[in-house]
Antibody, heavy 117, light 112 residues
């Protein structure tokens, strides 16, 4: 069965770029939507956006153009890049797969990113 | 964006008893295609969320049949027919009708 694993720096300095990778194990990337979400104590669960297998993307407007999600099927990876981070971006970041854009299954275990000043 | 509101926020339950969680959306989640774009997730302690129910009432693969989802329009309910100890955690509803997809605040189920 497919498993997802997030990886990347656990500490990012304010105003810099947060870069995370989601590696897909146990199956091809297929025709799915690959989604990033995050969870912080103050804001609960938040949908960041997705990339479809075609390469098309859809992002949360709340991130004001700071976000990019990229697909690399040759490496079975999905990348998240969030620029100009602040303390408000401190959260556990998850990647997840979806057949239709919603109904996320499975999720990765998540990775904690702390933004420091 | 669509606002999702859950109640109660805390739910103590005796094992073997039923439990019910309500989720209300700020606009109808019933699409013209007949699908209801409402998911339920469970986040067990120390784990990432897992999909329980999609399209309002369809159980995800491997989910026990004691979990059921009902509702339409703006009002949805997740029911557990007989709560077991392994059901503890935080339950979230999420709308998938339009982006940005949005979650409810979560309902923490605990065993009495």
């Amino acid at each position: 069965q497919v498993q997802l694993q997030e990886s990347g720096p656990g500490l990012v300095k304010s105003s810099e770029i947060l870069s995370l990778t989601c590696t897909v194990f146990g199956g091809p990337m297929g025709t799915y939507y690959w989604t990033w979400l995050r969870q912080s104590p103050g804001k609960g669960l938040e949908w960041i956006g997705y990339v479809w297998y075609t390469g098309s993307t859809n992002y949360n407007p709340s991130l004001r153009g700071r976000v990019a999600i990229l697909l690399d099927t040759s490496k079975n990876e999905v990348a998240l890049k969030l620029r100009s981070v602040t303390a408000a971006d401190t959260a556990v970041y998850y990647c997840a797969r979806s057949e239709w854009g919603y109904a996320f299954d499975p999720w990765g275990p998540g990775t904690l990113v702390i933004v420091s000043s | 964006e669509i606002v999702m509101t859950q109640s109660p926020l805390s739910l103590p339950v005796t094992p073997g008893e039923p439990a019910s969680i309500s989720c209300r959306s700020s606009q109808s989640l019933l699409h013209t295609n007949g699908y209801k774009y409402l998911d339920w997730y469970l986040q067990k302690p120390g784990q990432s969320p897992q999909l329980l129910i999609y399209s309002g009432s369809s159980r995800a693969s491997g989910v026990p049949d004691r979990f059921s989802g009902t509702g339409s329009g703006t009002d949805f309910t997740l029911r557990i027919s007989r709560v077991e100890a392994e059901d503890v955690g935080v339950y979230y509803c999420m709308q998938g009708l339009q982006t940005p997809y949005t979650f409810g605040q979560g309902t923490k189920l605990e065993i009495k």
